[in-house]
């Protein structure tokens, strides 16, 4: 399993909870723009049969997480916001190749690597979280989000080898350290 290189600081949670409200509208962003890149790649690479169904079926769960984070955000009388771009994620696809089976290569473990830093981002907000409904709904996306980690890193599996997504990957992992450590403590999830 891929291990990140940088750990979120404490003072991370603790900006988060200071301002919640802006963390769940940023989170609501996160899962939309999630469901989206699985349909992105079933739209730009439907000639891989192996990986149109399951992506279909990952971009449908990120939808349903959106509707769930939209319904937190009803409750506690919050709009979404606009759409921005992340910085975090522009620096990340700023690696990706441009051509091909490389591209298809650093898209997957661009999202693995991004699936991997919601889980334990995820992962500390819950246990920060006074045990309630709120703090079982962030443990059950951290667990999703880990799932999701493996799952881009088994898509690559079905078209390139072991060693090739190992070493592409460590690349990755070093620049994604870079990305997340050089961002602004925000009430946000990157």
Known sequence: MMELRYE???AWVDCVLADFDAF??????CERKAAATGLNFVVRYPDRVAMVGPMILFAREEL???QQVWTWLKKRGLQLGADTKDPYVRSLMGKVRSK????????????????ARGHERF??????LPVGPLQVFYASIA???GRHRAFFVEMAGLYFSPSVIEARLSQ??????EAISS????????
């Open 123 to 128: 992962s500390r907000v819950a246990e920060a």
């Open 172 to 177: 990755f992992l070093d620049h994604e350290a």
């Open 183 to 190: 961002q602004p403590l925000t009430p946000a999830l990157h």
């Open 64 to 66: 349903a997480h959106f």
């Open 100 to 115: 091909g089976d490389e591209r298809l290569l650093d898209r997957l473990l661009v999202a693995a690597v991004i699936e």
């Open 24 to 29: 769940l509208v940023d989170h609501a962003a």
């Open 143 to 145: 667990e999703s989000e």
């Open 8 to 10: 979120t600081p404490r």
